[in-house]
């Protein structure tokens, strides 16, 4: 069905470096151009520029957008400073999520305040089906979907700094992590932000569409004599798991509440109510059910999502619901809910299609990058 | 000596054979195929059967896993494995470079005639990959 898929503004370029496509939440996607290890370490030493053009983003814009993204979201928009960027999660009102989302408090050059929310792929229909009935109760408030009119570029790892430092109008080195702010790359505007999902300092690019190319050559330029590599979707897995950073449909999704995902930091509970936050709160006072663990399983051979996970006597506690080898460490890993009362096991196992391979838990992240 | 991958057979699973008949026996070595080994990109486990397994064509026989993906080894012909290319687990970046010689994962005894007649020749093979790609 591939001409029933949607395309970014960077697909000819991807298909003329040579790159995999695969379908992704309704795009074709690059997963890998040579090797997903290779693209990985890029990441990690030099700097990987990732379309990631498929995520959603809603621009919410006029009186009370913040009132709004308050009621819609599990962390606190009202209190955030002009340039702030933060983590939250959409919920339903049993406590489920919906969908995890960076929201930015930005301004034009023409002073005009708004927000952006960046959205899942895979949810951006299920968010705006959400949002709008919701919006009703905030007449003065507009919601536009502005994925298809712009393109998203993620340049993430330790020399992103030094690059783009060189390209756009403003310094973006001087945004501190998670903020956010406009500025112009060859005359054009970029909305800059200070975040990324890889684990690395970085900055996640959203430009015009009909800019997307050029900025992105032009970022492939300047890095070029310091290592740049275009990645494609495989490594983003690879690097966001060694990071132990939620993927919706893995660790997320509507069974999960957010005090289970250890996602407890992204909940303003205190002096406010949004949807779901009475279930949250009273799942947050007893304990949640299960918990997010990251496991490290013996040997080389990875264990995948969906594997079960047991203890040492062979008691099925919980499921693996991201894994795989990780090219940094050099050995499989592994993140899995159990069951509370298991959480702190010395050791468990996972049962491999039928082989049962002891692991060990290991705090989370499993990659942290060094200090600077 | 050499393998020469044109006058080697071939599984639509990307498993290659090469049959060596003597008086009393046929010995089959099995492998995958360069073309199986570019599509799986950065191989890093490899699941080998025991010595003295008995298999049948189309049995899965081990399992290679790249980093995204894990994919089955399906035996392409009937017969008793009576040797394992052990050192290639922890070796996998080689079969890269040598997917014929070096790469070589199981040898089979073969009983009967069974699965060979549907291995392909190496030129239909590369139209299936062609086909494929």
Same mark, same amino acid.
């Given at each position: 069905m591939t001409d029933s898929l949607a395309s970014t503004p960077l697909d000819g370029w991807h298909r003329s470096a040579g790159a995999k496509m695969v379908p992704f939440a309704g795009y074709s996607m690059p997963i890998q151009y040579s090797s997903i290890v290779a693209e990985h370490q890029a990441c990690r030493t030099s700097a990987a520029l990732f379309d990631v053009s498929h995520m959603g983003r809603l621009k919410f814009e006029g009186n009370g957008s913040e009132d709004l993204l308050d009621h819609l979201l599990t962390r606190r928009v009202s209190d955030m400073p002009m340039g702030r960027v933060r983590y939250g999660l959409i919920c339903d009102e049993n406590g489920g999520v919906l969908d995890d989302v960076l929201v930015s408090n930005l301004e034009t050059p023409s002073q005009k305040r708004f927000h952006l929310l960046v959205v899942n792929a895979?949810?951006?229909?299920?968010?705006?089906?959400?949002?709008?009935?919701?919006?009703?109760?905030?007449?003065?408030?507009?919601?536009?979907?502005?994925?298809?009119?712009?393109?998203?570029? @993620?340049?993430?790892?330790?020399?992103?700094?030094?690059?783009?430092?060189?390209?756009?109008?403003?310094?973006?080195?001087?945004?501190?992590?998670?903020?956010?702010?406009?500025?112009d790359q060859m005359k054009k505007p970029v909305i800059v932000s200070?975040?990324?999902?890889?684990?690395?300092?970085?900055?996640?690019?959203?430009?015009?569409?009909?800019?997307?190319?050029?900025?992105? =050559?032009?970022?492939?330029?300047?890095?070029?004599?310091?290592?740049?590599?275009?990645?494609?979707?495989? @490594?983003?897995?690879?690097?966001?798991?060694?990071?132990?950073?939620?993927?919706?449909?893995?660790e997320l999704d509507e069974t999960i509440d957010p005090i289970s995902a250890g996602l407890s930091f992204a909940c303003n509970l205190k002096d406010r109510s949004f949807i779901g936050s009475d279930?949250?709160?009273?799942? @947050?006072?007893?304990?949640?059910?299960?918990?997010?663990?990251?496991?490290?399983?013996?040997?080389?051979?990875?264990?995948?999502?969906?594997?079960?996970?047991?203890?040492?006597?062979?008691?099925?506690?919980g499921t693996i619901t991201s894994g795989g080898p990780s090219p940094t460490l050099d050995r499989p890993i592994a993140m899995a809910y159990v069951d509370a009362e298991f959480a702190n096991l010395p050791s468990y196992q996972i049962d491999i299609r039928g082989k049962m391979v002891p692991a060990t838990p290991t705090a989370l992240p499993f990659y942290k990058r060094p200090a600077h | 000596m050499s393998r020469d991958p044109s006058k080697l057979l071939y599984a639509e699973t990307h498993e290659?054979?090469?049959?060596?008949?003597?008086?009393?026996?046929?010995?089959?070595?099995?492998?995958?195929?360069?073309?199986?080994?570019?599509?799986?990109?950065?191989?890093?486990?490899?699941?080998?059967?025991?010595?003295?397994?008995?298999?049948? @064509?189309?049995? =899965?026989?081990?399992?290679?896993?790249?980093?995204?993906?894990?994919?089955?080894?399906?035996?392409p012909i009937d017969g008793e494995v009576v040797e394992v290319h052990t050192e290639l687990p922890d070796s996998l970046e080689k079969l890269n470079d040598d997917p014929y010689n070096f790469g070589w994962i199981i040898k089979v005894k073969v009983g009967g005639d069974t699965g060979r007649d549907k291995l392909m020749d190496h030129a239909t093979y590369e139209k299936q990959c062609g086909e494929a790609g």
């Open positions: 895979s949810n951006r229909q299920k968010i705006i089906d959400w949002i709008t009935p919701r919006m009703d109760d905030f007449p003065t408030v507009t919601m536009s979907d502005r994925t298809e009119l712009t393109a998203m570029i @993620a340049v993430q790892g330790p020399r992103a700094m030094d690059v783009c430092q060189r390209l756009f109008k403003s310094d973006p080195t001087k945004l501190k992590y998670y903020h956010a702010t406009i500025t200070r975040t990324g999902y890889t684990g690395e300092d970085g900055f996640e690019l959203v430009v015009r569409a009909e800019e997307a190319n050029r900025v992105w =050559e032009n970022l492939m330029l300047v890095g070029r004599d310091v290592g740049f590599t275009a990645a494609g979707l495989g @490594a983003r897995d690879t690097l966001r798991m060694e990071a132990a950073m939620p993927l919706y449909g893995h279930a949250i709160a009273k799942i @947050a006072a007893g304990g949640p059910s299960r918990v997010r663990i990251g496991l490290l399983p013996d040997g080389k051979r990875p264990a995948r999502d969906g594997l079960d996970v047991l203890t040492p006597e062979g008691k099925k506690i | 290659w054979v090469d049959l060596v008949t003597d008086a009393d026996q046929s010995i089959a070595t099995i492998g995958i195929s360069a073309f199986a080994i570019e599509q799986l990109n950065d191989l890093v486990y490899m699941d080998l059967p025991e010595v003295g397994k008995s298999l049948t @064509a189309g049995d =899965e026989f081990g399992e290679v896993e790249s980093v995204k993906a894990v994919s089955p080894l399906y035996s």
